[in-house]
């Protein structure tokens, strides 16, 4: 039975719900209202006028595609077409074929005969839920719910509402009347279930991706702390090879400076040691060889200039020499 204003004689909410002749149907209620202890009867009724309008709409598109088919497949068959189809009155400009709906167990299509309301629900959701034609590789998109209410809670309802069919048919007093009343019972106890289910799989998916976020946050910072590390080593092994290249850099002008000098202190020794009576003291001669470089162009280089030898440097020089050789001044 569609949803034909059940919850204006039951109340979802707070409606009494007898244990007999079926116990466990109290329970049903119980376990259905806990997943809508925040809705109000207006909101469970609305999603209960969503979820008839959709079965119903379920079951129309259904027969309207298998009776396609159908057609097409009975062309070349006059008879069994003639079985199926009969004509509508009009004429040949205005008229059409139209299936006889008496014949639709010949479909073998989910109708409202043959399919539980719930069965018909959980494809319906199924459908809306697919995500046969995303791209390879593309993310899942979250569940676009309907405003009436998220999966669970829909099922919620219809449980209720299947509920409330079983009070009516055991209230009813009919000779089948209890059959079809646990028949309704049964499938309220099926919706509750599936909604329990659907619940539990949607808290799990919600907890899941809560902590795939922590763990994503938690690997984001183990990340961006290795590559500190890594780049603090990296600077590290940068600033010391640059060190490294000073220190030779500077070696090797101290070596080229430090050679300079030296060839001309040679210089100065060799010629000194050719003339040691001309220069009665060091200072003397250190004076006389200052220039006497200076006068061949010997210096050193320093901040891109040539300098030259002072005499006080010279001196040193000689005087150093002087005391090598065991020469002594006058």
């Not at 209620?29 to 008839?52: E, G, Q």
């Not at 659907?198 to 763990?215: A, D, G, P, T, Y």
């Not at 090879?241 to 030779?248: E, F, K, L, T």
């Not at 200039?305 to 050789?325: F, S």
């Amino acid at each position: 039975m569609f949803y034909f204003k059940q919850f204006e004689s039951f109340d979802p909410l707070n409606g009494d719900v007898p244990g007999f002749p079926f116990e466990y149907m109290p329970e049903i209620a119980t376990r259905a209202r806990s997943m809508l202890v925040y809705k109000s009867k207006d909101k469970i009724t609305a999603a209960a006028v969503r979820i008839n309008s959709e079965i119903e709409q379920y079951f129309r598109d259904m027969k309207t595609q298998a009776v396609d088919e159908l057609q097409v497949k009975l062309r070349d068959d006059q008879e069994e077409f003639l079985r199926c189809f009969e004509w509508d009155g009009g004429n040949s400009w205005s008229g059409m074929w139209v299936y006889r709906d008496d014949m639709d167990e010949e479909l073998e299509i989910p109708t409202a005969r043959n399919t539980s309301e719930v069965d018909a629900l959980k494809t319906i959701i199924e459908d809306r839920d697919s995500c046969f034609f995303l791209p390879k590789g593309a993310p899942v998109p979250d569940i676009d719910h309907w405003q009436e209410g998220v999966t669970h809670e829909l099922f919620a309802v219809l449980s209720l509402w299947l509920l409330a069919d079983a009070i009516e048919w055991v209230q009813n007093g009919g000779k089948y009347s209890l059959s079809i009343a646990g028949e309704y019972a049964i499938k309220a106890m099926d919706a509750v279930c599936h909604a329990e289910h659907v619940r539990e799989v949607e808290w799990l998916e919600q907890f899941h991706k809560k902590s795939l976020v922590e763990i994503s946050k938690a690997e984001a910072s183990h990340l961006q702390e290795q590559a500190d590390r890594v780049r603090q080593n990296v600077e590290s092994e940068i600033a010391a090879h640059q060190q490294s290249n000073r220190s030779a850099r500077s070696a090797e002008l101290n070596r080229a400076r430090h050679a300079k000098r030296n060839d001309a202190r040679r210089m100065v020794a060799a010629d000194w040691e050719k003339n040691i009576n001309s220069y009665p003291s060091a200072e003397q001669a250190g004076n006389f060889y200052a220039d006497w470089l200076e006068e061949r162009g010997v210096g050193y280089i320093e901040k891109g200039q040539l300098k030259y030898y002072q005499p006080r440097a010279v001196t040193e020089w000689i005087r150093k020499h002087a005391k090598e050789k065991g020469i002594k001044f006058r």
